[in-house]
């Protein structure tokens, strides 16, 4: 147990000596006016930190934006999609497109889409 404290209370002096090591040397490149090199090592090193962490959230961000979750039109159940994608119905197999935030049941080709007018017959006398 004494061995181990003492072990800790060595790692402890070399992780301060090498702290003091790094905090005599930015000092000292400070000294001799080479500030701006400490400055932008730390700068780059904060741009490399954070680089990942913006695109996490960039990427989480797109998602909201892009993800549509949404009932299939063929079976009624829950589906989630990205927009502007095709995905296939895991409960019928059935393949929906989303398009503007909603899951559309994709037309076969050759369908042609036609509505329906309503026509009042009259009769020529
Ligand atoms: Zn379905």
Do not use: H
């Amino acid at each position: 147990m004494n061995l181990n404290q003492s072990q800790r209370l060595l790692v402890n002096l070399s992780t301060v000596r090498s702290w003091l090591t790094f905090f005599a040397i930015v000092s000292l490149l400070g000294f001799i006016g080479l500030g701006w090199l400490v400055k932008s090592l730390l700068i780059m090193t904060a741009l490399i930190l954070l680089t990942p962490i913006l695109l996490f959230v960039g990427f989480r961000w797109w998602l909201g934006q892009n993800l549509v979750k949404g009932a299939c039109p063929a079976c009624g159940n829950p589906l989630t999609g990205l927009n502007n994608t095709q995905t296939t119905c895991p409960f019928c197999a059935q393949t929906v497109s989303v398009e503007k935030s909603s899951f559309q049941r994709p037309a076969e080709p050759g369908t042609i889409d036609v509505q329906a007018i309503e026509v009042t017959s009259q009769s020529v006398d």
